[in-house]
């Protein structure tokens, strides 16, 4: 019994003993972890930086412009009658001189046979009254002849001669009105799609009693204008720039369709108008391009740039890193505490993918260009070095 109550109680003491040294043990490592996690300072966010690329720029200044047609013409008939043909596609290049439409000709044929009907009535007059008067004439000579019938005869004369005139100048009238039974275009362009189909009765423009008939419309496509307009301030650098050159209105231009980014296309400034419009406070302005591939087309918008003042340096940032700020931009900089530090910048026109700086940076700061969203004014990052990629179209 007792042996029995020595081995409970030593049971009892180890496994005291036990608990006491898990505990301690529990205890323990916990420390240790606690004071590892406080000894590990928080990671700092990640950002790429680099310095701004300083390129040779030229000034420069940008427009939306509008093309439109060098000519512009709705085609109409001088003649009425009934439409007989019609010699195009809706939408084709037609040249100079290319047939469109033909109106019946037989009324105008018919006039033309009775003008030259009158005509030789006329002549037959004119020779019968010529002769006339040369007798008439030789008999006075003679005495058997009176000065009132020479009067007379050379009254007929004059009259068959003003009815040959006339004659002549019907036959005129409806060679005109039988050559214009065939409309052909006035310059090589693009046409429209026909107003009216063959068969229908059109009013010309010669004697009509009712409002003439549009047949198409025709616009020429090369060269084709680029018109835009100038604010104030961008007119008076351009005019005092233009001063300063001594050169004459015809400068030239760059130009790009809306889906192109590259300026390949050149133009001539050609058009300024004489006065700013004082309801928008813009003066309109005109360029002509040339169009050889025909590609330019009559409404399409096209961006535009004038180019002024020598190249100048510059700094060049990606416009990603350009920040709007309400009614100003900022560009993240890191300092060399590794501080972020934000700078009010101002801007310039955009080359490619990057933006060209005015003022606010300098050549030796650090600009975020990746990370942004973890960059807060005044928070400390860790910026990794990078290098601003300068694409295509930078320069151009």
């Not at 323990?28 to 004071?35: G, P």
Request: charge should be negative; hydrophobic fraction near 40%.
């Amino acid at each position: 019994m007792t042996q029995t109550r020595l081995l409970i109680g030593g049971a009892a003491g180890l496994g005291m003993a036990v608990a006491v040294i898990a505990t301690a043990w529990l205890a323990y490592s916990s420390s240790r972890s606690d004071a590892a996690v406080s000894a590990a300072p928080g990671a700092l966010p990640q950002v790429v930086v680099s310095k701004p690329l300083v390129r040779e720029v030229d000034s420069r200044l940008g427009f939306l412009g509008q093309l439109s047609a060098v000519e512009r013409v709705e085609l109409r008939a001088q003649v009425g009658g009934t439409l007989t043909g019609i010699y195009f596609k809706d939408g084709d290049i037609v040249r100079e001189g290319d047939l469109l439409f033909t109106i019946d000709p037989r009324p105008y044929e018919i006039r033309l046979a009775q003008a030259n009907a009158a005509l030789e009535r006329g002549t037959a007059q004119l020779a019968l009254a010529g002769r006339e008067l040369y007798r008439a004439q030789a008999l006075q000579r003679t005495a058997y002849g009176t000065e009132q019938n020479v009067d007379r005869r050379t009254a007929d004369q004059r009259d068959a001669q003003a009815t040959v005139d006339d004659a002549k100048a019907q036959i005129r009238d409806a060679q005109f009105d039988l050559e214009h039974c065939r409309i052909t275009a006035p310059f090589t362009g693009r046409i429209g799609t026909h107003l009216v189909s063959v068969g229908n009765l059109i009013a010309g423009s010669r004697a009509a009693t009712s409002p003439t008939t549009l047949l198409a419309t025709l616009v020429s496509l090369d060269p084709i204008y680029l018109d835009f307009d100038m604010s104030e301030s961008d007119f008076l650098t351009f005019s005092r720039d233009r001063a300063h050159r001594k050169e004459a209105l015809a400068d030239k231009v760059e130009i790009a369709l809306s889906d192109e980014t590259r300026f390949d296309r050149q133009g001539t400034l050609d058009f300024m108008d004489n006065a700013l419009d004082r309801s928008s406070g813009t003066i309109h302005a005109r360029a002509t391009v040339p169009n050889p591939d025909l590609l330019l087309t009559p409404g399409e918008f096209a961006r535009v740039r004038v180019l002024i003042g020598a190249p100048v340096q510059a700094l060049l940032v990606p416009d990603t890193a350009v920040l709007p700020d309400q009614s100003e931009h900022i560009v993240m900089t890191v300092a060399p505490n590794g501080t972020v530090v934000p700078k009010r910048v101002e801007l310039g026109d955009l080359r490619g993918s990057l933006r060209v700086i005015r003022s606010g940076l300098t050549p030796d700061d650090r600009v975020i260009i990746e990370g942004i969203p973890h960059a807060a004014p005044g928070a400390r990052v860790a910026p990794q070095e990078g290098a601003i990629r300068e694409a295509a179209g930078a320069q151009g």
